[in-house]
Structure formats: C-alpha cells, structure tokens
C-alpha cells in the first residue's frame, strides 16, 4: 500500500494574500527563527530541564545534529513521524530537528497508549514512532514493541527511535549523520500535525503551517509582552497545543526567554523550579491552578517572580478566579484556544472584572467570530449561541477526514467549534457549555463515542452510554452508563475499567465511573439518538443525587 498523502493546509488565495499583506504570515519557518535567535543570543539559555541547561546556540547545535542524523536514517523530507517525549529538553532538540529535516511532527501525549499511537501512526502514514525508554513508570519500547509486531507486512516498514535505552530500536543518540542540505522548507507548508481534543470517534489530525502557527505564537508572546527576560514554566505535557503556542515554549523561544521544564504540573515539582529559576508566566489547566492556590499559602518557596498564570483549557469558575491576584500575587489570565486554531486572551491590563469574568477576546483583528443559532443566524449580542471562527491561524480542514470536514467546517470555511459562548459588548467571550458530546476532564477531551465502542466490544456489554457528569475538582467527569448482557456474568464495574486499561489507550480516557442499569428508557416515539440518550442519562443520574 502507497503511504497516505502529506497533510496540506489550504486558506483560498484571497485570504492567503490578505494574511501577508497584513503582516500576520511573514514567510519564516521553525528553522528560520532559531536561527536567528542563536546568532543573536548564543549564550542566553534557551531550554532548561532537571538533566540539561542549553543556550540558544546548543539548541541549534544540537537540533542540527539530529536533522543530520534523521536524514542519515533515510527518513525523507515530507515524512511524518509521531513524537512521544514528555517535558524534557530533547523534546526541542528532536522538534526542531525534525523541522530542519523537512520531516513533520505528529505531536502524541506521553498519556497515549497503543491504541491512539497506533491510529496517529496509521492515519498520517508516519514513516517512524520516536519516543523515550520509559516515562512515568510506562515502558513505551513495549508499545513500539506492539506496534511492530500487529504492522502489516506489505505496509512500509515503521522506524523505532529511541531516546535513552534502545534495546532492538535505533537509538536516538547515536544516528548515522549526513551533511545537511540547504534548508528548503517553504513557510506555507505543513511544519507539524497537531491533535484533536475529538467529538465524536477517535482524534483528528490538525495540520498546521510555519506561517500560521508562527503567527499564532509571536502574536500570543506580545500579548503576554514576553520579552528576552521572561521565563516561561513548561508544567502541563509541553506538546499539548496551549502550552506549546499560547505563548508557550515556542512563543518564549520566539522572544528570546528561557523555557524551564518541569516533570509535573504539581506544586511539589513546580514551586521549587518557580523559586530557582525565577519563572516569570506559566499555565494551567482550572483544576491545577486550584492546587496550586491551596498550596501556595503554605509554602516555604518563594514564588515572587511569577508576573502571569494563565488558566484555560477548561472554563475556569468566577470564584476561583478571582482568588489567583490575592493568593498569588500575580496577573491571571484566561485562556480560551484550541488546537484547530482561535485562541482567546483576558489581556494584562484588562479590568479585574473582564479577568475573573470571562475567557478572553481573539488574538489577531482578523479573527472572525460568529456566535450563531441552530439554524445559522447570527444571535442578539450577549445570547448564548455557537461559536464559529475563521482566521489566519484557524484550520480550513483535518488532515484526510471528508466526513469530520463536512460536519466541522461551514462552506465558506468558518471551523465549527462545538463551544456554546456569549460574547459581550466589550467583545469578550464567556464560553457557556458544549454541543458537542465530549467530556472536558480537567482540560482532556475525551469523546463519548470512543468510549463508547471500546465497551461495546466487551463481551458482557450489550449497551453502553457514555456521558459527562460536573464534578468538583475535575470540572467534569466520565460515567458510562452500561447495559449487560443477558444470559453473561454481571461485569464488574472494576473489571470493566481494568479492560479498558489493558486495551491500551490513556488513562484519562477510562471511565471514572461505570453504572449498571438494565435498560435505555426509550421514549414513546421510539427512536432516540445517542446524543438524547446522553443528555437523559446525565439529567436522570443528577436529580437522583
Ligand atoms: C472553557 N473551555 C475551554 C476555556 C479551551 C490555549 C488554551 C486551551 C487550548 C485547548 C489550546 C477553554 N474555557 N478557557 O489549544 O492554545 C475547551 C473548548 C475548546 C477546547 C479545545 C490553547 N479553553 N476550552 O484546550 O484543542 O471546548 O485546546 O473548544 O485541547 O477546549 O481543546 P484543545
């Protein structure tokens, strides 16, 4: 079988044209900007972690060192290989040495098992899996391990690159180097594949362009108003979307800071770090920052250099909000983006009411958004409605998906979020609920439907709901809702989630919890859709609370 197709991000010319004009896509690549940065700091530090303390100018050695020895694997321009490295340096190293290669990043979550790896490999035709020996006490050799063993024979081989311990794969460390040819990567092509929170079945491919992701980052990092000064903490997994681009690592790297790593968002890893390195702006999921701002009061680290928390991920409450100024002593700002593209700010100088109150106002002027009805009318200002974006860093399609296309972009290419948002006279959004039917677990997506159709190939499962429920410190949680089969044993819920586990997908996707019940209620007209169903079950399960 033929590889599947390079992923393309396609804007229509007109807007192409008015992008550049406007001086939001201004032709530089990945490649490009570090560049620069190394020639103009070579000995500012550029990425910290518990191991290493790179300049810029290591950074680039060592980036380009890796694109020498991608190439002298064979891998091709165009290629793509799925990243899977938790916060650690070598995550920029391999990054933008896969850029300088001209490869393409498919960004997995060290959360990923076997399952999503195996459907990121297959549905971008990856040419290769990277990935550390262990993290987290998971042994990922064991997955490339299986990934190997169920691979199609008359499929192309899949490389195995290895950081740490190899054992049979290639080890990261020791490429057989070639000379680097002059860099020919254009700024409009795809630099990376991102991955989708998913609504509905399993995770879609986002592929984004040097130009627009560019764009998205050194417009976030002046809003943020980094500078060559700011240390960015990296504590949530650095190749999610927010903490990668808004503004992120990468944004810091664009202005010149120092990006800091640390190997959990928790307090106990963090706090230290804050103190040591004197981290200037971080971000949070609402969860992470209620532990933190517990934790604060109590402890003996000095965190007086942090200037901004951002939160966002999830829809952070009011009353916690407004704690983070007096418990932390520093601007918060919400954060409301996604990896398809628009991302919104509460900015620095913004009156504490619009901070605490709500999720921000789009990054560029050319931002699009419309806050529409069911039938696509634009709704009276300050009425809940569906949000709909189109911009110069907003997808126009998933990468090889007509079916999740049709649904998700209108026909002039406005991308369908699925958020529910009020946007207020100011022009600030206050994001209300979902469409869609997905749980927001402390900032993962996790999509009702691929839970669902794991439990259903269960053996003691005829029927099988799944359905988010709020939940205080999660913001939301999962509940599957399952019909046994009859004439089987009773599954246990323990076993049910224990499966789950051993099928091989992240962990954050197990049910939280799982409730037997012996039928659907049906309604009288016979046929409801599962999306009816779901909305029953959560009203049901939360009167009888
Ligand atoms: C409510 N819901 C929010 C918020 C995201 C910056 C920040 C976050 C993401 C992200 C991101 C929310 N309040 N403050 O990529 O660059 C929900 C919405 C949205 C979905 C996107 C970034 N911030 N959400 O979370 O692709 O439902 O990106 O559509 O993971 O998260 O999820 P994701």
Redo the contacts with the bound molecule.
Sequence with gaps: TASSPSPRQIWPEDFAARYRARGYWRGETFSDFLRARAAELPDNLAVVDAANRWTYAELLRRAESMAAGFLGLGLRRGDRVVVQLGNRAEFFSVVFGLFRAGLVPVFALPAHRLTEIRHFVAKSGAAAYLAADRGDGFDYRMLARSLILERDTAAPPLRVLILGEAEEFTPLHALPMVPLPEEDASPSDVAFVQI??GSTGLSKLIPRTHDDYIYSFRASAEICALSLRSVYLGALPIA???PM??PGTFGTLYAGGRVVLSPSPSPEAAFPLIEREGVTITGLVPPLALLWLDAAPKTKHDLSSLQVLQ??????TPEVAARVRPVLRCTLQ???????GL?NYTRLDDAEEVIVNT?GRPISPDDEVLVVDDSGEPVPEGEPGYLLTRGPYTIRAYHDDPGANARSFTADGFYH???IVRRRADGYLV?GG?AGDHI?RA?E?ISAEEIEDHLLAHPQVFDVAVVSIPDEYLGERSCAFVIPRSGAERPRPTALKAWMRARGIAEFKVPDQVVLVERFDTTAAGKTSRKELRARLRAEFLAAQ
């Design positions: 989708s929170g999610h979307n927010f681009s808004s939160v966002g991920g999830a829809k952070f919400q954060v409301f983006g996604m990896a398809e991302v999720q979020t699925g958020d994001v979902r927001n900032g997506k």
